[in-house]
């Protein structure tokens, strides 16, 4: 059950978090000053945030043994297979729409899968993944540096890339360039704010009761824009449990204030080779005045 594992996480995390209480508690031996502020309300928060992260991706590692999926959507990767559910899809005409729509800008992915747009955005040719090639690993790194011929040619564009992903064990087959994080995790904070956020193929494989919260853990992380696609009702796939309609992603980011770049949207939709994406790719903007979060 879904709603009861993560309630026991987030019991286990909070108990953790009450331990790290002690350091500073009265009548205890003075501590030094790097300790007083690892004890301060805003490591704890950071602390318990970490903690309730790591748990999870214990609770999926479980999962996915008995299960084949994380418990919150996370597709199961080993050293023997890095492929799940479509993963190794990617176009690189969205990379350079993408590209002419961030410019020099910093972009945080959000269920980042392989890397292939981040390995874009950063002109990067070598693997980033530690495993034992095979006939598809080849295949598809062949099939990457040959997209990429003509944009091996031109300056990188995008100033910084990071990436998260729900995968399990993502961040030890990548090497750490793809981070694993729970994105559906409450009042996710990453430490900062980006100016766009990208989100490829992920809220359909959110359940239903953590979908407002993943959005949430969206919006929170960006200051410009976002950049994200959604299967449509009836669309199928790969552990699909929470397909919607454009129109109520839309209405979900205009109740947080953003508002849809139409036009932005139609261009990605009408160069992507990927047939999903012409109906699922969706462009929002933040408003002019919004107050970006990077003092949480």
């Known amino acids: 059950n879904w709603r ?15 331990m790290l209480l002690t350091i500073s508690m009265p009548g205890q031996q003075e501590v030094s000053t790097v300790q007083r502020g690892m004890a301060s309300p805003e490591r704890l928060l950071k602390n318990l945030r970490q903690r309730v992260n790591e748990l999870s991706i214990g609770l999926d590692r479980l999962w996915c043994i008995t299960r084949r999926i994380g418990s919150t959507g996370g597709f199961c990767l080993t050293e023997d297979n890095i492929f799940a ?3 190794h899809a990617w176009d690189v ?6 590209e002419n729509l961030f410019g020099n800008s910093s972009v945080v992915d959000m269920g980042a899968g392989l890397g292939h747009y981040g390995k874009c955005f950063l002109r990067m040719k070598d693997p980033i993944f530690t495993v034992k090639p095979n006939e598809k690993t080849v295949k598809l790194h062949h099939s ?14 995008i100033k ?33 704010t980006w100016d766009w956020v990208l989100s490829l ?13 993943f959005i949430d853990n969206l919006v929170r992380h960006g200051c410009k824009g976002l950049v ?3 299967a449509v009702k009836n669309q199928g796939g790969h552990h699909h449990v929470n397909e919607h309609s454009n129109a109520y992603v839309k209405q979900k980011m205009a109740e947080r204030g953003l508002t849809n770049d139409a ?8 160069h992507t080779t990927l047939n999903w994406f012409k109906n699922t790719i969706m462009v929002f903007r933040y408003p002019d005045d919004y107050k970006c979060e990077n003092g949480r």
């Not at 005409?93 to 993408?98: A, H, N, Y």
């Open 4 to 18: 009861y594992g993560r309630a026991v996480l987030v019991a286990i995390a909070i108990g953790a978090g009450l």
């Open 85 to 87: 559910g479509g993963n």
């Open 93 to 98: 005409e969205v990379c350079r729409d993408l």
């Open 144 to 157: 990457y540096l040959s997209m990429m011929q003509d944009l091996f040619k031109k300056p990188k564009v």
């Open 160 to 192: 910084s890339w990071d990436g998260y992903d729900g995968a399990i064990n993502v961040g030890f087959l990548s090497n750490g360039f793809i981070k694993q994080q729970d994105l559906s995790i409450t009042d996710m904070w990453l430490g900062r």
């Open 201 to 213: 193929e992920v809220g359909e494989h959110i359940p239903a009761p953590y979908e407002d919260i």
């Open 228 to 230: 994200l696609s959604w």
């Open 263 to 270: 036009d932005a949207e139609n261009i990605i939709r009408t």
